[in-house]
């Protein structure tokens, strides 16, 4: 036998076994398949992927709902804070018309539009929706926009000194940040203040040494 029917016979030995190994392989497959215990524990797992997945699907449900009845009403909320500022404004203007500056219809007129201010406040506080505090507070991004400085040697820099409009939450979410404006201290008072540090350096260098 010569060598290239040796390498043949090889070649077919090999296909044989390889084609053997393969039914081997797929006989233990569906005998896998048909074994009731596999297919239980199958079951299993799918039933608790299904039940796993109704669960996140429940969750989801639920944070969508409470952020819905929660903050269903954000956007109806921001767009009634220009009612609030408008009110405010024509109060404003009322107080400083010269015209009806000594009219006795003006304090009727004051009045009214007061108990309205205060009946929309109160209706927006009974919703969750607040005022912003500023004055004398400190500068804080996250809730107040500083839109000027001012100086102010009197107040820790930085502290709001000025409110040019008032800012709003509802519950913790920011409905409108608070227009501000802010202290800083004068140049001369920061001169002051860079001198009393270089001072207070030299002071330390010399009761180190």
């Known amino acids: 036998m010569d060598n290239n029917e040796t390498n043949k016979k ?12 393969k039914e081997n392989s797929q006989n233990q497959e569906n005998k896998d398949k048909e074994d009731p215990e596999i297919i239980i524990k199958d079951l299993q797992d799918k039933v608790a992927r299904s039940l796993a997945e109704m669960e996140n699907q429940r969750r989801r449900f639920e944070k969508e709902r409470e952020e819905a009845f929660e903050y269903g009403g954000f956007n109806f909320a921001k767009e009634t804070l220009n009612l609030v500022d408008n009110l405010e404004r024509a109060k404003i203007s009322l107080e400083n018309d010269e015209e009806i500056k000594n ?47 001012i100086e102010d040697d009197s107040k820790p820099q930085g ?12 519950k913790e979410r920011l409905l409108r940040p608070s227009l501000v404006g802010v202290s800083k201290k004068s140049k001369i008072d920061e ?17 180190n040494k």
């Open 10 to 21: 090889k070649l077919e030995i090999n296909e044989e076994v390889e084609q053997s190994e």
């Open 103 to 149: 009219s006795s219809l003006k304090k009727k007129i004051l009045d009214h539009m007061e108990i309205i201010y205060k009946d929309t406040l109160s209706i927006l506080k009974k919703n969750n929706i607040e005022q912003i505090e500023t004055i004398n507070k400190k500068m804080d991004p996250n809730i107040h926009q500083a839109m000027m400085e």
């Open 159 to 170: 502290t709001i000194i000025q409110e040019i409009q008032k800012g709003y939450l509802m």
């Open 191 to 207: 001169k002051l203040t860079k001198e009393e540090k270089i001072k207070e350096n030299m002071e330390k260098k010399v009761e």
